[in-house]
């Protein structure tokens, strides 16, 4: 088994690439290049994914509501949001006389660093990952923190009472949200014993979290997904944006390429926290096995790692976005209400479970 | 005894309108006693009436009974043109502020007692009143400057020695936290400016602005023939079309004793419910929308736009269509009329278990729908909340049952009642009612008697002088007509119960102690649309 | 000159080729290059299919804008689906329904909050010249008086289709747009009034 893991592992490519640099260059230059290889892909795989996946939601939601959506700009509607990028791009920014100006460019730029930081602790393959240490969960967590700064600066800065109010609003239901989302993953670390990424991801080759774990591992799921939706502002707890009669939300003064960067981060702040998902519960990039059957395993490890993390990650982008579209928005009491009343005490609960199955050997 | 003997008992110098409907005319020095005694068996206050008689203005107060269904009329008016002021009723029935204040704004008739004597539908810096007979019609060009809300108003109270004084009253004060909401709305209700005071979540008070879709048709229809009004009338509740129109053409065969045919009654009925579900239909859409559950939306237009082609291929329109006139219909039916509207029954009742899956079932929509916004029934009388929003309280208002007009005294069909009061119950009496409806076509739809669509009325409709009103159920409310007529071609004074200037009013009430959000669900099932309260 | 072209519809079914022909001939004169004519053309295709429009409805012809975004006629499949709701973030205002002279400063104002390059579509009967209103005392004959317009779409309302008739002028307008000199210019300073 452990040779066909191995068999799309990217390791080897890279470990090539960096010892023909070292023998032309000294090193610190060879890592100068490497990394600002690594950064331009990055910010490319962020802007194609963020064009992927708001195609997905057009069309997913279009599909869901009887109708077809993008259909002329290419075929199917596939150019439609270049087009929409490329306007973004060169609409005009408009400089508020009253806003206090270094904190109002300043804002998008936080929320796009939180999403950056975050979006590069995934593990897309064997080997090909970004940001690897052995505190990956905690760094996680600590980086989309960052992002409730950015909406609160958003607000605030804007000098504008509406969008104040509902900047507040949604940094009270983010800094909410990140306790049980935190407990939640908390609890995983637990079962798999180490908090960095790439050690979750291998500790899952014998079985996925979510089925080693069984209880504690799915209610750790749901509520994951739960606070997942609040933390992207998405789904039922939208109410950010869409608190319409009152605000336009935090970026209502937001114009061209800083509100483009809001728009975009919204989406992957959505990818990011299915991705994260996927590799917390659903094994990452490790293929589906089952313990015993030898000959299918192998079949299984066929299919490279990153289609399995890819389809992993875009089947709980799919989950998410029915949910949205199904139900209403719920209303900030609620929201609230569910967390502090709801959902910690069961993230609480849940932890404690955890530990003494695995205390106990009661977990597979 | 009669109505007669008994307002003569209170009011001994009364007198009686010789043509039109039954009107006491009684002088504003006994009017407040008159009032007072008819209260407590009138308490719905159905329109305040103001209207300039050249050489008076004066009001005309439309009453009825919540109980016996009865009605009667008043009428009262002041010689004084510079400063005209008659007793105010808003302490009587609480919806005579609202419509005290419209004719204030539109005639200047300030009333002794109102606590907030502002202008409603025009700005505040505008000068003069535009129902006046003698009002200038260039007097106030266009005006880009922004408009200065005040926050304090005026009011006139009768001092002990009997003169007037001009009181302030605080609307908000200096260290409130008002907000305002609209007129550039996300919603879809149109162009309604709030300013609320918040402490906190909790909204304390509302205070509507409206205007913004003013057009003055009122005014318009004094210079239009009766035949030229109904095409205003349309597009003053633009869901409630065919039923505004209805109202309209009732109001003036009736006071012309015009027979129409049978087969123009069937007709008129048809398509009234045809209208009424399409309203009903994009209230859900609305209110999922405001909600933000945005997949149910598409539900309600996908069946919305079967209708619309039903109607499409008779009247020729979508949305306006022109459709009734005095005397009957405009055009026969289309031949697959009766076809369609059959196959369309059949599949709006098999699919209405959708709507209620997706939205009605939902935790999340309970949870802001229940209990949320509660009106009583005393409560929806005084403010003069009419249609779903008062059947949701409990009080049975329906103008179809208990002063039935075309066929609604020939179907069976109930009238959908609930007791709670609150969002929910606004919005389940709006989906049963859809299903009254259907119940109502099904009964007609295989029935319809040959005959013409028209009868033949003479080129220049004149109406007869007097004072003619009428009433249909329309969409949202009670939807009324009051016509003052001279005799001639042209309507002297014809004015229109906005379904939902009332609904407006009830804000204050319903939303008292609420949180901003569920402010919104509050709008969304109150169910008004804003160019029927402008006008 | 370069014919704007729409997918699936010829030239010639549009009416009104003369004022584009002209808007034409006014750029020719000034001597546009090739290459900044191939980059106008690429920016102006980005620009025409993605129009997002300001939500703006007053009366009558907002439900059948609505009625425009829902199954039947799907305005998604243009690329017009996403309204939004501050007026920062719209390209184009469509005016549906009637302006009275309590709602014109409303309406001058959110033209002057939206950002550049901005287009203003007038819908229905009430906003070209008044409509059935023309003889009220409050209803502003026209918004060409207040902002400068577009295109416009007569009807009361219009249908469906002739809404689309509408977008498809304007998507035609803006794909003969100059980027470089003519919109889009940067000429105001930046501490200029921008509320």
Redesign the interface.
């Given at each position: 088994m452990e040779k066909f893991l191995d068999y799309y592992s990217l390791a080897p490519v890279f470990q090539w690439i960096h010892a023909l640099l070292c023998g032309v260059m000294p090193e610190a230059l060879a890592l100068c290049i490497e990394g600002l290889a690594v950064a331009v892909v990055i910010i490319l795989l962020y802007a194609i994914l963020a064009i992927v996946l708001i195609y997905m939601e057009?069309k997913v939601?279009?599909f869901?509501?009887?109708?077809?959506?993008?259909?002329?700009?290419g075929k199917w509607?596939l150019?439609?949001v270049?087009?929409?990028?490329?306007?973004i791009l060169?609409?005009?920014?408009?400089?508020?006389?009253?806003s206090d100006h270094f904190l109002f460019d300043l804002a998008p730029y936080l929320v796009i660093l939180a999403s950056i930081l975050t979006f590069s602790c995934l593990p897309w393959n064997n080997g090909a990952q970004i940001l690897d240490f052995n505190i990956g969960i905690f760094f996680i967590l600590a980086a989309s923190s960052i992002e409730v700064l950015g909406i609160l600066l958003a607000g605030w800065s804007s000098n504008n009472?509406?969008a104040l109010i509902g900047a507040m609003r949604s940094g009270a239901m983010m800094i909410s949200y990140e306790i049980s989302l935190g407990m939640a993953l908390i609890t995983m670390v637990v079962l798999s014993g180490t908090m960095s990424i790439s050690g979750i991801v291998e500790s899952q080759a014998n079985g996925w979290n979510l089925f080693k774990g069984h209880l504690p591992a799915c209610i750790a799921f749901l509520v994951y997904l739960i606070a997942g939706n609040a933390e992207a502002n998405r789904g039922?707890f939208?109410?950010a944006e869409?608190?319409?009669?009152?605000t336009?939300?935090y970026?209502?003064?937001?114009?061209?390429m800083h509100?483009g960067f809001f728009y975009l981060a919204e989406y992957l702040n959505l990818f990011i926290v299915s991705g994260i998902a996927a590799t917390v519960f659903l094994g990452g990039w490790m293929p589906l096995h089952v313990a015993g059957l030898s000959a299918f395993n192998g079949v299984m490890d066929l299919i490279p790692g990153f289609i399995w993390f890819f389809g992993k990650a875009f089947f709980i982008v799919f989950l998410l976005m029915w949910i949205k579209?199904?139900?209403?928005?719920?209303?900030?009491?609620?929201v609230l209400n569910l967390e502090w009343k709801y959902l910690i005490p069961i993230c609480l609960f849940n932890l404690l479970l955890m530990v003494v199955l695995k205390v106990f050997g009661l977990v597979f | 005894m009669s109505m007669k003997d008994l307002i003569l008992k209170i009011a001994p110098s009364a007198t009686f309108e010789e043509q039109g409907d039954f009107v006491a005319v009684v002088s504003k020095e006994e009017f407040r006693s008159l009032m007072e005694k008819l209260h407590a068996d009138y308490d719905y206050l159905r329109d305040v009436v103001g209207f300039d008689l050249v050489e008076s203005l004066g009001a005309l107060y439309y009453l009825e009974s919540s109980t016996t269904f009865e009605r009667v009329a008043v009428k009262t008016s002041t010689l004084d043109r510079e400063n005209p002021l008659l007793p105010s009723v808003c302490d009587l029935w609480k919806t005579a502020e609202i419509k005290e204040r419209e004719v204030y704004d539109l005639l200047g008739i300030r009333f002794i007692g109102n606590p907030d004597m502002r202008r409603i539908f025009l700005r505040e810096d505008w000068v003069g009143y535009p129902l006046r007979k003698d009002y200038d019609m260039d007097s106030n060009p266009l005006n880009m400057t922004n408009e200065q809300n005040a926050d304090t108003t005026t009011e006139v109270t009768l001092t002990a020695g009997g003169d007037f004084k001009e009181v302030q009253n605080q609307i908000f004060g200096k260290d409130d936290f008002v907000v305002n909401f609209g007129p550039q709305h996300p919603s879809t209700h149109g162009v309604l400016r709030m300013r609320v005071h918040l402490d906190g979540e909790e909204v304390k008070k509302v205070d509507p602005i409206c205007g913004y879709i003013h057009r003055g048709i009122e005014k318009m229809c004094e210079s239009l023939t009766y035949p030229q009004t109904l095409a205003l009338t349309d597009r003053m509740d633009y869901l409630s079309a065919n039923q505004n129109r209805h109202a309209v053409c009732l109001c003036v065969e009736q006071a012309m004793g015009l027979e129409i045919s049978e087969r123009a009654q069937y007709i008129r009925t048809i398509v009234d419910e045809l209208q009424r579900l399409n309203s009903h239909l994009l209230f859900f859409s609305c209110l999922v929308l405001d909600m933000g559950g945005l997949t149910p939306f598409f539900y309600g237009f996908r069946d919305r736009e079967m209708i619309l082609d039903i109607l499409e291929d008779t009247t020729g329109g979508r949305l306006i269509q022109n459709y009734y006139v005095i005397g009957g219909v405009q055009a026969d039916l289309h031949p697959d009329f009766q076809k369609k509207v059959k196959a369309f029954i059949v599949h709006f009742r098999g699919i209405l278990h959708e709507y209620h899956e997706i939205f009605t079932g939902n935790v999340i929509a309970r949870n802001r729908l229940i209990g949320i916004g509660k009106l009583t029934r005393e409560q929806t009388i005084a403010l003069g909340c009419t249609g779903g929003t008062g059947r949701a309280s409990g009080w049975a208002n329906d103008v179809r049952k208990h002063h039935p007009y075309a066929l609604y005294n020939k179907v069976e069909f109930k009238e959908i009642l609930h007791t709670e009061g609150d969002c929910y119950a606004r919005y389940m009496v709006r989906m049963e009612e859809m299903l009254e409806s259907m119940h109502i076509i099904e009964q007609l739809i295989d029935n319809i008697p040959e005959g013409e669509c028209k009868v033949k009325t003479k080129p220049i409709i004149k109406v007869p002088e007097g004072i003619y009103s009428a009433s249909v159920e329309a969409s949202r409310g009670e939807f009324g007509v009051f016509l003052v007529s001279d005799g001639g071609k042209n309507p002297a004074r014809l004015h229109f119960r906005s379904t939902g200037l009332p609904l407006v009013h009830a804000l204050d009430t319903a939303c008292a102690g609420s949180k901003i959000a569920d402010f919104i669900a509050i709008g969304a099932t109150l169910d008004y649309v804003i160019p029927d309260i402008d006008r | 000159m370069r014919e704007p072209t729409i997918k699936s519809i010829p030239y010639e079914e549009f009416t009104d080729n003369e004022y584009l022909e002209k808007m034409v001939a006014d750029l020719n004169e000034k001597g546009t290059n090739v290459i900044v004519s191939n980059l106008d053309a690429f920016i102006n295709w980005g620009r025409s299919n993605s129009l997002w429009s300001l939500t703006f409805g007053t009366s009558c012809c907002a439900i059948e804008f609505m009625a425009l975004g829902a199954a039947r006629y799907d305005m998604a499949r243009f690329g017009f689906e996403v309204t939004r709701n501050s007026p920062r973030q719209a390209d184009m205002i469509m005016v549906l329904g009637t302006i009275t002279h309590k709602m014109a400063p409303v309406l001058k104002r959110l033209y002057d909050q939206m950002a550049e390059p901005k287009y203003v579509i007038a819908i229905g009967g009430c906003t070209i010249s008044g409509g059935p209103f023309r003889s009220s005392y409050h209803v502003v004959m026209g918004i060409d008086e207040i902002i400068p317009v577009d295109v416009f779409v007569p009807g009361c309302p219009p249908r469906p289709e002739a809404f689309y008739y509408g977008m498809m002028q304007l998507q035609r307008k803006i794909k003969l747009e100059n980027f470089f000199g003519t919109v889009n210019r940067k000429e105001k300073e930046p501490e200029e009034d921008k509320e």
């Open positions: 057009r939601c279009a869901f509501q009887l109708r077809y959506g993008p259909m002329r700009v509607g150019l439609q270049f087009a929409d990028v490329l306007k060169i609409k005009e920014i408009i400089r508020l006389k009253n009472k509406y039922p939208d109410l869409a608190e319409q009669e009152l336009a939300g970026h209502t003064e937001y114009s061209g509100f579209w199904t139900f209403p928005r719920l209303r900030i009491d609620q | - | -």
